[in-house]
């Protein structure tokens, strides 16, 4: 593959995939992104790449990490066999956190997800600058032999910083940029030992280095270590020490330090990622099991585990949008920081579910940490909204050794399973508390029109002999089947003129937004399906399935009649109301298109003899006659309409 860029130097890539997509996606992507003419080879096998690597000399390897036959880290080795210097970048899919570190640790310049290709182009940018500065170090170090002055002049400029040691540890040159890295002028250092510089914890392993270091003249040894600088902080450096006591201008220990910060940074980055939520910043499953059997020793009795699982999350997710969930996960990690102890472990190990290790803890402060959790998550409103957090709770703990930690956290769960079946309710119910009344304010509608929703459609549900459970269901339905308003933007529920099509398909999807609200919600399950069709047509040109005649479930075409009534016989923000006349005329003008003609006829025959004696006694309307000829109801494929009959 190549792909030539003007004026751009070349770059020379040898891919180690065995996905073709993959190999493709990478070429493209670095084509599009870098600055380079992109010149790229593409292996499988490993004989085959330790081909290419032995005839062809590459600026860059990028090497998935399992392969046919072999991985990540024996292709770093064959690299650092035969082409030490050429950068190694693994390009993978998720390997975990641990192989991760330890590529870098054996020598590879980066690890890059490949679901996070973003971080390609930085990290190539680095191994390129690294691998420059490494080349221009060993020249320096070839011209420190044949003369030192030469060797000074030349490093003064060189990232790494490079110094003489005696014998003894003592410090007999250091390069002038030791100031630019470390803050510390060369007056500072040269004179003093060595090891005062090393941070302390690593000093024992420096002095065993250098005492093996002085055994053999030319032995060449590395290793890392935390120098410390000028304000007294500390950086990484990997160490180079060759051992030039015989060469004449030298005569001492020669000393590189090369910054690894940034590998340090990025080792610590990948490990907190492998071990944290990305969201709520808690620790995630994976670090919650390990710790689980790190402190399942008999120092840390008794342990407890604490179980919770957020109530009606779902419902908030459909109701209000996954950004409010997500809020209610940040919220409540919040609150179970703020009721636990440093040293406990929180996690959350599921969508909505945490747990909670509370080392030498018994069952008594055990059950206070979950009291404190519930008072604190009680009468807090998630940013003034009407939602509160509620999370149901169970621990067990372990007392002696014989116990099992899998039975004690089975307990735990037991336990936070029987609190949710007695929470969850109730936390259901005050979060449906927050969607009605806020389904009321967006919607424009009022509790006053799903009474006479409840009233007209409970009439024709009598008249024709639905069963009890079915008249509830009509009444549940009358009152809560525009629940899914609450995704549409308000200003666009109470804009008074025509919609766009882009408000109009956001208004089209309030139907599938009560269904997933209702499916959420366990006594709103059973009138889910209704909720989804109450804007079917008879004639099949409603929404949003476009279902045709007897397909339609019958409750819904209950609903779709009076719900039209009604909207008629009111004034909305878009339109004065109709006489109860007009209206009655508009429905019967639609049977068999708009609504089903039984059902029509029905609720004509019952309609027009309260109508005849006292218009507004049974309704409590104030009939308004409107100047002109009604509105048209008929759609068109071109341009979006509100219906007349039914508001949107």
């Not at 719900?563 to 339109?575: E, G, H, K, V």
Request: aromatic content about 8%; overall charge negative; proline content about 3%.
């Amino acid at each position: 593959m190549n792909r030539k860029k003007d004026n751009e130097c070349r770059l020379a890539i040898l891919a180690l995939e065995d996905s073709p997509m993959d190999a493709d996606l990478i070429y493209e992507y670095l084509c599009e992104n870098s600055r380079y003419e992109i010149q790229m080879d593409i292996v499988l096998k490993e004989d085959e790449f330790i081909a290419a690597i032995s005839s062809k000399k590459y600026d860059l390897i990028l090497a998935d990490f399992m392969l046919p036959g072999f991985n990540g880290f024996a292709a770093l080795e064959h690299i650092k066999s035969i082409c030490p210097s050429t950068p190694f970048i693994c390009v993978s899919g998720f390997i975990g956190e641990g192989k991760a570190v330890e590529l870098l640790k054996q020598g590879a310049a980066d690890y890059v997800s490949k679901d996070k290709l973003g971080l390609l182009i930085y990290s190539i940018e680095r191994a390129l600058k690294a691998t420059k500065e490494q080349e221009f170090l060993m020249k320096s170090q070839l011209s420190l032999i044949e003369s030192e002055a030469k060797h000074k002049a030349m490093i003064a400029n060189s990232s790494d910083v490079i110094s003489i040691i005696d014998r003894n540890g003592v410090i007999k040159y250091t390069s002038p940029n030791i100031t630019k890295w470390f803050g510390w002028k060369t007056n500072d250092v040269v004179g003093t030992n060595v090891q005062g510089h090393i941070y302390p914890d690593d000093r024992l392993e420096y002095n065993r280095i250098f005492k093996d270091l002085l055994e053999k003249d030319g032995l060449e040894k590395t290793a890392e270590y935390r120098i410390k600088c000028k304000d007294a902080t500390y950086k990484y450096v990997k160490v180079t020490a060759v051992n030039l006591m015989q060469n004449p201008d030298i005569k001492g220990v020669l000393i590189n330090c090369h910054d690894i910060t940034d590998i340090k940074n990025r080792e610590k980055e990948i490990l907190y990622l492998g071990y944290h939520d990305y969201l709520t910043d808690l620790y995630n499953r994976t670090y919650f099991e390990e710790e689980k059997k790190r402190l399942d020793t008999i120092r840390q009795l008794p342990i407890s585990i604490i179980m919770g699982d957020i109530n009606g999350l779902k419902l908030i997710n459909d109701g209000f949008g996954h950004s409010k969930g997500d809020e209610v996960l940040i919220e409540m990690a919040k609150i179970l920081r703020s009721c636990c102890r440093e040293e406990d472990i929180i996690a959350r190990i599921g969508g909505d579910e945490f747990g909670i290790l509370l080392p030498q803890t018994d069952s008594q402060l055990a059950q206070l940490v979950c009291s404190r959790i519930s008072d604190a998550c009680k009468g807090y409103s998630l940013n003034g909204t009407q939602i509160y957090p509620s999370i149901s709770l169970g621990h067990a703990t372990k007392n002696i050794e014989t116990e099992t930690i899998k039975d004690i956290l089975m307990v735990a769960e037991e336990s936070m399973s029987r609190h949710k079946l007695l929470e969850s309710k109730s936390a259901h119910s005050s979060i449906m508390a927050s969607i009605k009344i806020i389904m009321f304010e967006k919607s424009q509608e009022t509790e006053e029109h799903a009474e006479r929703l409840v009233q007209l459609s409970k009439s024709i549900g009598r008249a024709m002999s639905l069963t009890d459970d079915q008249l509830n269901e009509l009444e549940l339905l009358s009152t809560l089947h525009d629940i899914g308003k609450m995704s549409v933007d308000a200003n666009i529920l109470s804009k008074p003129g025509k919609l766009s099509n882009e408000e109009w398909n956001q208004v089209r999807k309030h139907p599938e937004v009560g269904f997933r609200i209702a499916q959420a919600t366990s006594e709103l399950i059973p009138i889910a399906k209704y909720i989804l069709c109450h804007h079917e047509r008879w004639d099949g040109k409603g929404y949003p399935q476009g279902l045709i005649g007897e397909k339609i479930p019958l409750l819904s075409r209950i609903l779709a009649i009076v719900d039209s009534f009604d909207a008629m016989s009111n004034d909305t923000l878009y339109r004065s109301a109709m006489t109860n006349v007009e209206a009655i005329e508009e429905i019967r003008r639609n049977s068999g298109t708009q609504f089903d003609p039984n059902i029509t006829q029905l609720f004509l025959n019952i309609i027009s003899p309260e109508l005849t004696s006292t218009r507004s006694s049974f309704f409590n309307l104030d009939p308004i006659t409107i100047p002109e000829a009604m509105p048209n109801m008929t759609p068109t494929s071109k341009q979006p309409y509100r219906q007349v009959n039914s508001g949107i």
